[in-house]
């Protein structure tokens, strides 16, 4: 049985990956953490991690950014693997978590979804056939409360595009301020915010008198929750290193 400690226990996600891990018969969910314990969780809760030393096999972060630092060293003091779930890293913390990797197993994903993970590997194949004749747009849309514009998804989808490119892309966010035509390198980022909306991203090739578009749309959270605990069986087996979706995707 496969031990998890839930950093960001309390809230959304926290609480679907406690929902599915109940009725998962190969891991289970020991303690969680979180910056405030709201006494409904099946398993203790704990402010400070490092009141926590009892059995755990692997750490999944569904938290904030500013917990980064903290939650690294306590998993190199117990020298446990993290999924890094949560978005909105700067380019800073992203290094700072690249050389935890040399200690301990690191999975980061800027999108847990199986489905998204597909959609970036097909927008990379679409790129690399498409890129002399067809303008990049990418579209997210999610909801109202989300703090982060573009998504940490739509980045990613956008940073898997220029690295398949024959040319470096320049990403565009903002096209009212500039009255000029589209520039032929370009990669268009557009943020929709509104409702309940969960996520969604669309990848637009537009073309002389065609359009391909590949699109993802997550109608619950779940859809991320599965992703984060599929990783955590994935990842307590490995030496230390950086991993991500599509090393799970190639090893299934």
């Given amino acids: 049985m496969i031990k998890i400690i839930m950093n960001g226990c309390c809230g959304k996600m926290g609480r679907v990956i406690t929902r599915l891990a109940a009725d998962d018969s190969e891991c ?36 904030h950014p500013s917990c980064l630092t903290g939650l690294l060293a306590y998993c190199k003091k117990r020298r446990l693997p993290v999924i890094l779930c949560t978005t909105g890293f700067t380019a800073e913390q992203k290094e700072e978590f690249k050389a935890a990797s040399e200690e ?15 959609i970036i590997s097909l927008a990379k194949q679409a790129a690399k056939l498409l890129e002399d004749s067809f303008d990049i747009e990418i579209v997210e849309k999610h909801h109202n409360q989300k703090i982060d514009a573009p998504s940490g998804t739509a980045l990613a989808i956008a940073d898997a595009i220029d690295e398949t ?15 000029k035509k589209r520039g032929k390198h370009e990669i268009g980022l557009h943020a929709v915010r509104g409702g309940t909306i969960v996520g969604e991203h669309e990848v637009i090739f537009a073309g002389t008198d065609e359009v391909i578009e590949l699109k993802h749309s997550a109608h619950s959270k779940e859809v ?7 990783a955590a069986k994935f990842i307590v087996s490995k030496p230390a290193g950086m991993y991500d979706m599509n090393d799970l995707l190639n090893e299934a």
């Fill in 28 to 63: 289970e969910i020991a303690a969680g953490f979180d910056v405030c314990d709201t006494g409904d969780m099946p398993y203790p809760v704990y402010t400070d991690p490092n009141e926590y030393d009892g059995p755990a096999d692997v750490v999944i972060d569904f938290s």
């Fill in 165 to 179: 490119l024959s040319y470096p892309a320049e990403y565009v966010y903002d096209r009212h301020s500039v009255r």
């Fill in 224 to 230: 991320f929750a599965v992703g984060a605990v599929k």
């Fill in 104 to 118: 301990i197993p690191v999975f980061f994903s800027a999108n847990m979804s199986l489905g998204i993970n597909l």
